[in-house]
């Protein structure tokens, strides 16, 4: 499974940029697929997580009612729509999925637990 997550870019603060991720196989619709950032000098860090249908979604705090994580597996691409960005937001976006239901044990928010990750994308805020 290829994942390619692409839509970053240069935005001031109070900007919008809406991210997507897509995916070659066909069964990405099944997936638990999460986003993830990482800044420089910082671990790789949860940012949000959906389940395979899009009724289920998870969100770190700080993200809450700014970013929206949604997905259209009819197209095989999950999206993240970032609103009201901070200079704090300012990471290379990572997608990444995995074929089992992560969400049940918690698995959603860890790292080691995705199998497939893109290449990340650089989203630079400015202040």
């Known amino acids: 499974v290829q994942l390619q997550a692409y839509g970053g870019g240069l935005v001031q603060a109070g900007g919008s940029l809406r991210l997507s991720c897509a995916a070659s196989a066909r069964t990405f619709s099944t997936f638990t697929v999460g986003w993830f950032r990482q800044a420089p000098g910082n671990a790789r860090e949860f940012v949000t997580g959906?389940?395979?249908?899009?009724?289920?979604?998870f969100y770190e705090d700080s993200v809450k009612g700014r970013f929206t994580i949604s997905r259209d597996n009819a197209k095989n691409t999950v999206y993240l729509q970032m609103n009201s960005l901070k200079p704090e937001d300012t990471a290379i976006y990572y997608c990444?999925?995995?074929?089992?239901?992560?969400?049940?044990?918690?698995?959603?928010?860890?790292?080691?637990?995705?199998?497939?990750w893109g290449q990340g994308t650089l989203v630079t805020v400015s202040s």
């Open positions: 959906i389940n395979w249908s899009g009724g289920t979604t």
């Open positions: 990444a999925a995995d074929r089992r239901d992560l969400y049940y044990s918690g698995a959603i928010y860890e790292v080691p637990e995705y199998e497939y």
